[in-house]
């Protein structure tokens, strides 16, 4: 038996993006808003819905029409490139991550990544930094941090952080108030051959900050901008099994500014 097909319909979604916690690699949707404007009408909101993987997918966006429609093929996307400026903001409703905002070219073939100007390797999910409100997750070491801007006397707002241990590399940010919250997997405990373990295991952190002055600060940092920010200061912290590491202000000297 044949099938006469009359007429074929078929739907583009200009644009599918994914969470992921960076503390625990989760993926997260509940109590994320996620929308889409064009740039300069902010007041264009479309609000991105969850399907079944996790993805928010965008529909029914200003000016995407012919976009949307279209047939999706390898045609189709060798004459639609990435060329509408739109911003991305996510929210947390239950105050568990920071919001950020997000400059990008649509239509997106595949699934958002991190900008191409980022120094750290791409993946299919974004980022989302604890809040330093953030309660401690369970069964991991926290690092808690008071960031000063040394040269403006003032809080090193949106600064980006780096807590490296044997195996993992963990990504926080900080507030608009400088204040920071990370959460890491606790390192392997070292045992030597024939000895007991350690009552007080013990490991090193090296802490790299990303920071770049900001004025004025915005209450919601660009993503681009907070990621490629220039590292400023180093330094290296012990963190101890079952203490939050909690580590006094730490004074920041801009990037370019004098000596």
Do not use: C
Not at 49 to 68: A, C, H, T
């Amino acid at each position: 038996m044949s099938v006469l097909i009359l007429e074929e319909l078929t739907i583009v979604t200009p644009l599918g993006v994914k969470f992921r916690d960076e503390s625990t690699n989760a993926i997260v949707s509940d109590d994320l808003v996620v929308t889409l404007h064009p740039e300069g009408a902010p007041e264009r909101k479309t609000r991105g819905v969850i399907n079944r993987s996790g993805v928010f997918v965008f529909r029914n966006l200003p000016g995407m029409r012919e976009v949307e429609q279209g047939a999706g093929d390898e045609a189709f996307w060798a004459t639609h490139p990435p060329q509408f400026g739109f911003v991305l903001e996510v929210t947390d409703r239950a105050a568990r991550f920071l919001p950020y905002a997000f400059a990008l070219q649509l239509p997106a073939r595949r699934l958002l990544t991190l900008p191409t100007a980022s120094p750290f390797e791409p993946t299919d999910a974004l980022p989302l930094f604890s809040a330093p409100s953030r309660e401690a997750v369970e069964a991991m070491a926290i690092i808690r941090m008071e960031l000063v801007d040394s040269v403006n006397h003032e809080p090193a707002a949106w600064a980006l952080v780096e807590a490296t241990t044997e195996r993992t590399t963990t990504r926080g940010l900080a507030d608009e108030r400088g204040r920071l919250m990370i959460a890491v997997p606790y390192p392997p405990p070292h045992i030597v051959l024939g000895s007991l373990p350690s009552a007080d295991p013990a490991w090193s952190v090296d802490i790299a900050i990303r920071y770049a002055r900001r004025a004025p600060v915005p209450t919601r940092p660009d993503f681009e901008d907070v990621l490629t920010q220039p590292i400023a200061s180093t330094t290296t912290a012990t963190l101890h099994f079952g203490q939050e590491l909690q580590l006094a202000p730490i004074p920041i000297t801009p990037a370019g500014s004098p000596p």
